[in-house]
């Protein structure tokens, strides 16, 4: 993957000039060479401190405390891990995919814990991304700063389009993406992390350029 100068300010300048994050976010900082070494700090209206960082090894644990702490159904939603002993492993790697620069991964921390993760596949191919976010952070626009940061780092990077998958059942985030652009390309078959079985979802795509 090519390196990119002045990502940091790139993304900034990006951020800056979109109407939610301007209304959501005061004090937005932002540092790092390349997406693999990103450093987002900001006030989040109603929320208050909140940083995104690229997801390292470090925060296996920070992690898994995220994943497990999900409702149910919000875990059915973004079924990337297994919930049984090998769920560490599995998340170790993902780290490692993004460690490796296969895949874009962040967290996005309020005090000394994770409340969001979200990351962008298949870098080399076709770019997916993926979402999620801790219960009590939904319905924020944190959702929307997640994509808002991924579309815009790919559009730095080169990228003309991304994907992604959502489960049937999953309503609010298939009219979610509708909103931002994203259109309906059929099904597609998603493999369940650590079973032998897939499930039929929703495959969307956006041009980078249409993301409002
Ligand atoms: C889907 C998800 C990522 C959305 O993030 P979010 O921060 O809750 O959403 P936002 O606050 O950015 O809202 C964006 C839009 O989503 C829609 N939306 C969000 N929550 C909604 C709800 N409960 N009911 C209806 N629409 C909703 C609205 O259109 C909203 O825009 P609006 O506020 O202008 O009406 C988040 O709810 C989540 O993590 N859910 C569980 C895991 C998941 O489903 N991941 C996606 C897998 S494909």
Aim: with cysteine; charged share 25%; glycine share 4%.
């Amino acid at each position: 993957m090519k390196t990119v100068k002045d990502f940091d300010k790139k993304l900034k300048d990006l951020l800056t000039e979109n109407p939610v994050v301007k209304q959501k976010a005061s004090q937005l900082h932002i540092e790092g060479a390349d997406p693999w070494n990103l450093y987002l700090h900001t006030a989040w209206e109603n929320l208050g401190n909140l940083s995104i960082e690229s997801a390292s090894i470090h925060d296996l644990w920070a992690i898994k405390e995220w994943y497990e702490g999900l409702t149910f159904r919000s875990r059915h939603f973004i079924s990337i891990f297994p919930m049984d002993y090998r769920i560490e492993k599995y998340i170790a790697m993902h780290l490692k995919k993004s460690w490796q620069r296969k895949i874009l991964a962040y967290n996005a921390w309020v005090n000394e814990t994770v409340i969001g993760h979200f990351f962008v596949e298949d870098l080399e191919k076709k770019p997916i991304i993926a979402l999620g976010l801790a219960d009590p952070y939904q319905k924020n626009k944190l959702g929307y700063l997640f994509i808002a940061m991924m579309i815009n780092t790919l559009r730095i990077l080169g990228f003309k389009c991304t994907y992604l998958t959502t489960m049937h059942e999953n309503k609010t985030a298939f009219q979610f993406y509708k909103k931002l652009g994203f259109t309906l390309l059929g099904d597609t078959k998603v493999p369940v992390a650590g079973f032998d079985y897939h499930t039929d979802e929703y495959e969307m795509r956006i041009d980078l350029d249409k993301f409002q």
